[in-house]
């Protein structure tokens, strides 16, 4: 081969390589949208779409925490798989929304139990059957009312219920051992809320929620959030549930304020920011704002 045919040739090899390269790269990322993350103790988080699962793994078998869609749970099982051929023992819903118990039906035929609020149950069927997606859903089989306990391997995990909030089926779990609670939608870490006033939310009751979460949760707790207005902050400790408690308390004081002052709801949900709030981000703000005017009477 002449040297003129050798540096096209190789100029070539070396461009297609490259383009193989950024194609071999698109295709990995294809396949694995989704991240899992260790934290401690057995306990590791899993993202792609919908609300933050948590997973616990141990030598006696797996826990789960909310199930994102049924694509993104048969991710996650895959991964699981990867770990260990150990049976799951529990899948726990934090609540009934669809990115959190979407993806229950992937475990259908894998899991011994599921397990959630009363109410979150309720809400579960109450909401398929209006969507005629009953044969989509793998439904809780074990519920409570306030708490509920249960060892996997050398962890306990109790579920706590302190009222209405973001739904009023949603609980806290806690994996007492490794201290790490997933609060689920209780917390929406630096991002404006959805209030499902439907599914019995209160802004109100919600506030009270996380006042007995902080003080039942200790300094050392470190906690899951169901979503957050930056992917790479799922995790965070009590300051952070401060920052949205605090949010929450400012928007009844001013939604309260706007009322007396005879703002309609049209000219209320104009408001771009509430006073003194300075670390929500996001696009949805009229939907805790609308939630808080319904909530507080107005018309």
């Known amino acids: 081969m002449n040297r003129r045919n050798f540096i096209q040739t190789s100029g070539f090899t070396l461009g297609t390589l490259a383009l193989s390269g950024k194609s071999l790269l698109a295709n990995m990322l294809a396949e694995n949208p989704y991240k899992m993350r260790e934290l401690r103790g057995g306990v ?13 793994n141990t030598k006696k078998g797996f826990a789960v925490v909310d199930s994102q869609f049924p694509d993104q749970s048969k991710h996650l099982i895959d991964e699981l798989k990867k770990l260990s051929e150990k049976p799951i023992q529990l899948l726990i819903n934090t609540h009934h929304h ?9 475990f259908k035929g894998l899991v011994e139990h599921v397990v959630a609020h009363e109410n979150s149950l309720k809400n579960q069927k ?12 793998l439904y809780p089989d074990v519920t409570f009312s306030d708490t509920w306990k249960q060892k996997v391997g050398k962890e306990s995990i109790k579920a706590h219920y302190f009222g209405a909030g973001h739904t009023n089926g949603d609980s806290f779990i806690h994996f007492e051992h490794a201290n790490i609670v997933h609060t689920g939608d209780l917390v929406f870490n630096r991002r404006y809320p959805f209030v499902d006033r439907a599914a019995g939310a209160s802004v109100k009751s919600w506030i009270s929620v996380l006042d007995k979460a902080l003080s039942t949760f200790d300094s050392e707790t470190l906690f899951v959030f169901g979503h957050a207005f930056d992917p790479e902050k799922i995790t965070g400790t009590k300051e952070d549930i401060k920052v949205f408690q605090d949010y929450l308390s400012k928007l009844l004081v001013y939604t309260e304020k706007e009322i007396k002052a ?14 003194g709030v300075t ?6 703000i009229v939907r805790s704002l609308q939630a808080a005017y319904e909530e507080l009477g107005g018309v």
């Open 262 to 275: 005879g703002k309609t709801k049209e000219e209320f949900l104009k408001t771009t920011a509430v006073p």
């Open 126 to 137: 109450e909401t398929a059957q209006k969507q005629k997606s009953e044969d989509k859903q």
């Open 98 to 106: 669809g990115d959190h118990s979407g993806g229950n039906i992937s």
């Open 279 to 284: 670390e929500m981000k996001g696009d949805g």
């Open 44 to 56: 590791g988080v899993f993202t792609e779409r919908g609300g933050t699962i948590a997973y616990l």
